[in-house]
C-alpha cells in the first residue's frame, strides 16, 4: 500500500476504543517490517502510539495524576479508562436502605482519618449486584462524583485479550498503578473474567487469573476504593465474595422510586396534570430504571416532535408498549 496512505489511515485510528483495529495495525507494522520496510514501520508505530494515548484518553481537570494509564505490553492498550468528571452519572433514585448503604461507604471514605486514629478502616471494596440496568455502575460513578475521586475503569476486553500469560501481569500492572493513587477503581461486570474462566479453551490460564485477581483484591490497600459490579452472582466464585467490605444488591425499583423516576425525567418537559401516575407505575412494575427513563424519553420525543405538548398518558402508555419487550 502507499505509504501516505497507510500514515493516514493510521492517523484515523480512534484513540482506546478499538482493539481489533489497533491488533491489526500492530500486524502491518510487523508485516512492513519483515519486507525491509524499516523507516515506514517505525513512522506507522510513533503514529500508533500517539493515537493510543492521545489526550482524550487522559483525565482532565484537575484529576491528572502522576502516572500513566498502564497498558498490555504488546499493543500498547490502555488497560483502564479514564471517565472525566463532567460524564459521571450521579443523579440516582434508588430505595433508602441502599441509599443509606452506599452513603456510609461515602462518609466512612470522607471521615477515613478521623476513623484512622482509633485503628478503623473505611470501607473500600465494594459489589454491587442485581438486574441490569438498575445502578449498579451508576452507584460507582455517583461514589466518585460524590467523593471528587478520579474514576477509572479496567478495561477487561483489553486485561484478557492479550497472549497466554500475560493477563495475570496486566491485572496486576492496574493495581500497581493505583497502588498510591487515590480514585475510583471500577472492575465492571466483573463475571466477565469468571465467564471467561468456564468458556475459555485454555481454563488452566484462566483460573490463574482469577486467583491472581482474587489475591490482588485481598492485598488491596490504595488510598481509594474498589468497586465490583454484576448482574450474575451465582456465577462469581464464592471465594470472591468474601473479598469485600460490602456487598449490595440494587433492586428493581419499587412503585414510589419508578415515579420518581418518571418525574425526574420528564422534569424540564411540560406535562399533563391528567397523568394517572399510580396506574402507569403499576403497569412499570418489574421494569428495570433503565427502560423506566428510556420510556420517559421516548414520550417526551414523541410529544416535542409531533408538536404534541404537553406530555400526556397516552404518549407514556405507547411508549410503555413499545419498550414492553426489553422492559421485564
Ligand atoms: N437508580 C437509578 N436512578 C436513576 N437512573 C438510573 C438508575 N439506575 C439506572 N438508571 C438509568 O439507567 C441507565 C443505566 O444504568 P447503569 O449503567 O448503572 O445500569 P447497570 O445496573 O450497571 O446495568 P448493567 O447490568 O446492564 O451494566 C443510567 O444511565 C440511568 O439513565
Ligand atoms: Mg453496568
Known amino acids: 500500500m502507499n505509504q501516505s496512505l497507510l500514515k493516514r489511515l493510521f492517523k484515523t485510528i480512534p484513540s482506546e476504543e478499538s482493539l481489533d483495529l489497533v491488533k491489526v495495525a500492530q500486524e502491518i507494522i510487523s508485516e512492513e517490517r519483515k519486507k525491509g520496510h524499516t523507516n515506514l514501520a517505525g513512522d506507522l508505530e510513533i503514529i500508533l502510539k500517539k493515537r493510543l494515548t492521545r489526550e ?8 491528572v495524576p502522576l502516572h500513566d494509564i498502564p497498558t498490555d505490553k504488546r499493543y500498547k492498550i490502555p488497560l483502564a479508562k479514564y471517565v472525566d468528571r463532567e460524564e459521571l452519572r450521579h443523579h440516582m433514585i434508588l430505595p433508602a436502605s441502599v441509599e443509606e ?16 486514629h482509633f485503628g478503623l478502616k473505611p470501607r473500600k471494596k465494594i459489589l454491587f449486584y442485581g438486574y441490569p440496568g438498575c445502578g449498579k455502575s451508576m452507584s460507582a460513578e455517583r461514589i466518585a462524583w460524590n467523593l471528587g ?12 485479550s492479550s497472549f497466554l500469560g500475560e493477563s495475570a501481569g496486566n491485572l496486576r500492572g492496574i493495581f500497581d498503578s493505583v497502588a498510591d493513587y487515590p480514585c475510583v477503581l471500577l472492575l465492571d461486570e466483573f463475571d466477565y473474567i469468571g465467564k471467561k474462566r468456564s468458556n475459555s479453551n485454555d481454563v488452566g490460564e484462566m483460573h490463574r487469573v482469577v486467583n491472581i485477581l482474587l489475591n490482588l483484591m485481598e492485598e488491596y490497600s490504595s ?37 420518581q423516576l418518571l418525574k425526574s425525567t420528564l422534569s424540564s418537559i411540560k406535562i399533563s396534570n391528567k397523568i394517572n401516575w399510580k396506574k402507569l407505575a403499576e403497569r412499570l412494575n418489574g421494569y428495570s430504571a433503565a427502560i423506566i427513563v428510556k420510556i420517559a424519553q421516548d414520550a417526551s420525543k414523541e410529544a416535542v416532535l409531533k408538536q404534541d405538548l404537553p406530555v400526556n398518558e397516552l404518549h407514556l402508555l405507547r411508549a410503555i408498549e413499545e419498550n414492553k419487550e426489553t422492559g421485564k
Open 149 to 160: 475521586l478520579p474514576f477509572l475503569k479496567v478495561r477487561f476486553e483489553a486485561v484478557i
Open 56 to 63: 482524550s484518553s487522559k483525565p482532565k481537570g484537575k484529576v
Open 223 to 259: 488510598p481509594g476504593i474498589l468497586i465490583a459490579t454484576t448482574n450474575l452472582e451465582s456465577s462469581l466464585d464464592t471465594a470472591l465474595f468474601r473479598r469485600f467490605d460490602d456487598v449490595i444488591e440494587i433492586p428493581l425499583p419499587s412503585e414510589n422510586e419508578i415515579l
Open 101 to 116: 448503604k452506599i452513603r456510609r461507604i461515602e462518609d466512612e471514605y470522607a471521615g477515613r482519618e478521623r476513623l484512622a
